[in-house]
């Protein structure tokens, strides 16, 4: 092992064994939500339902360009806040959600992990920028609800407070009476560090493959994994 593995190593065991409060973010590290549902495809039928409204002009092009569903919702909530044309435009995103959840690819290690780590006592928490309802179908559906139960902290109409805001996270310390620095925040993107920064939460990045690994680093996160069986080979240790 080299200097700079060992390092990697002593900073990860020391990551899970401080955490007394684990905050997952749901799509990436617990599942692939979109893995059998494009959502590209969800984020071009966003913008085709805007179209045939007339409401072509509320999306940039870069925005219409992204193919993220979450984007195209944001962007319209900046333009459009409180109205009844976002709450419908949300509900149409929760139901392609939802529908998701049927083909979602489960993160390998996520199940047993949870459940080991929620056996040696730590708390969880789901801190997600999708629907809560989405979340529990599918905690439900892989018998992991009672892991989390009733700590599902997801979006909500105050769209403005999706991540990177920490609004979530802090919903989660605030109801679990944990500190920041009791907790531990599992991640697989910029904005899930960004939240986690400003929550004062410490970032454990998982990254599926290079792409992603990469943005987590250049957005300044510390310690990347590309599996979860190296988190719970530590806890069985």
């Known amino acids: 092992m080299t200097e700079e593995t060992a390092r990697e190593t002593e900073q990860l065991r020391e990551l899970i064994t401080r955490a007394q409060v684990v905050l997952w973010d749901f799509d990436g590290p617990i599942c692939r939500l979109f893995a ?120 909500t109409e105050e769209l403005q407070h999706l991540k990177p805001d920490p609004h979530c996270l802090n919903r989660a310390l605030n109801a679990m009476g944990a500190a920041p620095g009791a907790a531990l925040m599992i991640g697989d993107s910029p904005s899930d560090l960004e939240a986690a920064r400003r929550a004062g939460v410490p970032f454990l990045g998982y990254a599926r493959n290079e792409r992603k690994a990469k943005l987590l680093t250049e957005a300044g996160a510390e310690c990347v994994v590309g599996s979860l069986e190296p988190l719970l080979a530590m806890l069985r240790d």
């Open 36 to 155: 059998g549902h494009s959502a590209d495809r969800v984020a071009a039928d966003l913008v085709r339902w805007l179209e045939g409204r007339g409401l072509r002009g509320l999306v940039t092009g870069t925005e219409r360009d992204s193919l993220d569903p979450h984007l195209v919702l944001r962007a319209v909530d900046r333009r459009r806040r409180g109205s009844d044309l976002v709450a419908e435009l949300e509900e149409r995103l929760t139901n392609e959600e939802l529908r998701a959840t049927s083909t979602a690819m489960p993160t390998a290690y996520a199940d047993v992990l949870i459940q080991t780590w929620r056996a040696h006592g730590a708390r969880m928490a789901i801190t997600t920028n999708n629907s809560p309802r989405v979340v529990r179908a599918y905690l439900e559906e892989r018998e992991l609800i009672s892991c989390f139960h009733p700590h599902l902290y997801g979006r």
